[in-house]
């Protein structure tokens, strides 16, 4: 098939979209990439395996059509703590209501239901908060059995079949992959899935299980969502390949007004170690069944924006919404609105991360930003297997784009999600003097760069040599 043309984005910003029900055939995923989707989102809490597979193959085939990189990142469900069912369905409760969650998985009634989770039981204290419906309903422990916790209602009206229970502030002896988790991993990588997201981290350890399953076959992203997970952040970052702030379920066990300076002290870490960060859940959430965006929301994306963040994630908006063209259009204008605010770049410039001692990949990558600021160069161009160079360049949060030319498909498509890379497959490339010439090629042929711009080229001499980036060179577009 004839390759049709891909035009770079206008913003560095990356917007990952979440395909579902609303989004399912060939003809709504093409125009939710045309509108600006770069990495597509396969949510394994729903749907069954061959539904991932055919939107997978939709988005291969649409890679192929545009002769464009395209992420896709596989969200594993993980462990689901719930209440039983009830007799009828629901029950109606007010403050001072007590009730008793127990093992026993008889539906259940006003005077008590089952909590088919012994491990929240074993760790339970009197004193302790559970919160029922994403924090609808809370309730205080007041007794502890064996087998049985006694709780009084402090808020809330009403619980109902299988809602969901949250536990703040305690880590759960829980293993963050189920066995349904295992089964969706090995189906995510049998598909050729780029990234795999974790959920119910809470400990470093749980990351280093999912990437020794992995194998490098695809990289590992920790879903934020526990605040067990914040306690031991810089561990989950030194192991994980990206990060996800996941603010909703995070938002339940932590105090809403802690949200916001959790999630800019996580994109800055993420920044300062040079991984990908995505700010993902409820950032459009109206859109799902309005054709705009609150002023709230469009206020929410931005800030997210302003700190700097790699990715920003929709959810609902696209997978299940009534507007999912409209939800990524208005991301996308959203994030091209900021990045051209006056205001945006002298924020960006604030924080530059400091090369590391003695590291000179990371000099050199640090002497791109800066040379390609003062001599007015179209781009960055990097070549990298792995990626790292690329992720060097980004760490910087350049004014320019970061062309990424490399030989690896799987690490062009991971790429997409990492602030302002324009990754390109390229496998023609066996020296230094291939490399300028085939950078000012592929800038202008991507339309980066115009005849007569320069770019600032970095590269490792001897070439394609891992992590040994040490030259940098400054070429005319011819």
Same mark, same amino acid.
């Given at each position: 098939?004839?390759? /049709?043309?891909?035009?770079?984005?206008?913003?560095?910003?990356?917007?990952?979209?979440?395909?579902?029900?609303?989004?399912?055939?060939?003809?709504?995923?093409?125009?939710?990439?045309?509108?600006?989707?770069?990495?597509?989102?396969? *949510?394994?809490?729903?749907?069954?395996?061959?539904?991932?597979?055919?939107?997978?193959?939709?988005?291969?085939?649409?890679?192929?059509?545009?002769?464009?990189?395209?992420?896709?990142?596989?969200?594993?469900?993980?462990?689901?703590?719930?209440?039983?069912?009830?007799?009828?369905?629901?029950?109606?409760?007010?403050?001072?209501?007590?009730?008793?969650?127990?093992?026993?998985?008889?539906?259940?009634?006003?005077?008590?239901?089952?909590?088919?989770?012994?491990?929240?039981? &074993?760790?339970?204290?009197?004193?302790?908060?559970?919160?029922?419906?994403?924090?609808?309903?809370?309730?205080?422990?007041?007794?502890?059995?064996?087998?049985?916790?006694?709780?009084?209602?402090?808020?809330?009206?009403?619980?109902?079949?299988?809602?969901?229970? *949250?536990?703040? *502030?305690?880590?759960?002896?829980?293993?963050?992959?189920?066995? %349904?988790?295992?089964?969706?991993?090995?189906?995510?990588?049998?598909?050729?899935?780029?990234?795999?997201?974790?959920?119910?981290?809470?400990?470093?350890?749980?990351?280093?299980?999912?990437? %020794?399953?992995?194998?490098?076959?695809?990289?590992?992203?920790?879903?934020?969502?526990?605040?067990?997970?914040?306690?031991?952040?810089?561990?989950?970052? &030194?192991?994980?390949?990206?990060?996800?702030?996941?603010?909703?379920?995070?938002?339940?066990?932590?105090?809403?007004?802690?949200?916001?300076?959790?999630?800019?002290?996580i994109v800055k870490a993420m920044r300062l170690a040079g991984k990908p960060v995505i700010v993902a859940?409820?950032?459009?959430?109206?859109?799902?069944?309005?054709? /705009?965006?609150?002023?709230?929301?469009?206020?929410?994306?931005?800030?997210?924006? =302003?700190?700097?963040?790699?990715?920003?994630?929709?959810?609902? &908006?696209?997978?299940?919404?009534?507007?999912?063209?409209?939800?990524?259009?208005?991301?996308?204008?959203?994030?091209?609105?900021?990045?051209?605010?006056?205001? =945006?770049?002298?924020?960006?410039?604030?924080?530059?991360?400091?090369?590391?001692?003695?590291?000179?990949?990371?000099?050199?990558?640090?002497?791109?930003? =800066?040379?390609?600021?003062?001599?007015?160069?179209?781009?960055?161009?990097?070549?990298?297997?792995?990626?790292?160079?690329?992720?060097?360049?980004?760490?910087?949060?350049?004014?320019?784009?970061?062309?990424?030319?490399?030989?690896?498909?799987?690490?062009?498509?991971?790429?997409?999600?990492?602030?302002?890379?324009?990754?390109?497959?390229?496998?023609?490339?066996?020296?230094?003097?291939?490399?300028?010439?085939?950078?000012?090629?592929?800038?202008?042929? &991507?339309?980066?760069?115009?005849?007569?711009?320069?770019?600032?080229?970095?590269?490792?001499?001897?070439?394609?040599?891992?992590?040994?980036?040490?030259?940098?060179?400054?070429?005319?577009?011819?």
């Amino acid at each position: 098939m004839a390759s /049709t043309t891909f035009l770079p984005r206008r913003r560095r910003t990356k917007i990952v979209a979440t395909l579902g029900p609303a989004s399912s055939d060939a003809a709504m995923i093409r125009k939710l990439f045309e509108a600006g989707a770069d990495v597509f989102r396969l *949510n394994f809490s729903h749907g069954v395996a061959d539904d991932h597979k055919a939107r997978l193959g939709i988005i291969r085939e649409l890679e192929r059509e545009f002769d464009h990189p395209i992420g896709i990142v596989a969200d594993l469900q993980g462990p689901k703590l719930r209440v039983g069912k009830f007799k009828d369905g629901a029950i109606d409760v007010t403050a001072g209501h007590k009730m008793r969650l127990d093992l026993d998985e008889t539906a259940g009634d006003a005077s008590r239901v089952c909590l088919p989770h012994p491990e929240i039981i &074993e760790v339970a204290d009197v004193g302790m908060k559970l919160l029922v419906d994403d924090g609808k309903v809370q309730l205080m422990v007041r007794e502890k059995t064996k087998n049985s916790l006694l709780v009084e209602v402090i808020s809330g009206t009403r619980i109902s079949d299988k809602k969901g229970v *949250n536990v703040p *502030n305690v880590i759960l002896p829980i293993p963050a992959l189920t066995e %349904k988790d295992r089964r969706d991993l090995q189906s995510a990588m049998d598909m050729g899935a780029d990234w795999i997201a974790q959920s119910f981290v809470q400990r470093p350890e749980d990351i280093a299980e999912t990437k %020794k399953l992995t194998g490098g076959q695809a990289k590992v992203i920790a879903k934020l969502e526990k605040p067990s997970a914040i306690e031991r952040l810089e561990g989950i970052i &030194e192991l994980a390949d990206a990060v996800m702030v996941a603010r909703g379920d995070l938002g339940v066990e932590i105090p809403p007004e802690r949200v916001p300076p959790v999630q800019k002290r996580i994109v800055k870490a993420m920044r300062l170690a040079g991984k990908p960060v995505i700010v993902a859940t409820q950032m459009l959430e109206s859109m799902i069944s309005s054709a /705009t965006p609150t002023r709230a929301e469009a206020s929410d994306v931005a800030t997210a924006i =302003y700190d700097g963040t790699d990715a920003i994630m929709l959810s609902a &908006e696209t997978a299940s919404g009534q507007y999912p063209i409209e939800a990524v259009t208005m991301m996308d204008r959203i994030a091209q609105s900021v990045e051209s605010d006056p205001y =945006y770049r002298p924020i960006m410039d604030a924080e530059h991360p400091g090369t590391r001692l003695g590291d000179n990949s990371d000099a050199i990558s640090a002497a791109s930003h =800066y040379i390609a600021k003062d001599i007015n160069a179209a781009a960055i161009v990097t070549f990298t297997s792995k990626g790292l160079t690329a992720l060097r360049a980004a760490r910087q949060r350049p004014i320019v784009p970061v062309l990424c030319l490399t030989p690896d498909a799987g690490t062009a498509r991971r790429l997409t999600l990492s602030y302002g890379v324009h990754p390109v497959h390229a496998t023609d490339i066996n020296t230094f003097e291939d490399a300028v010439a085939k950078a000012t090629v592929v800038a202008k042929a &991507e339309d980066i760069a115009a005849k007569g711009q320069r770019v600032v080229i970095t590269a490792g001499v001897p070439f394609g040599t891992a992590g040994s980036t040490n030259t940098l060179r400054i070429a005319w577009v011819e």
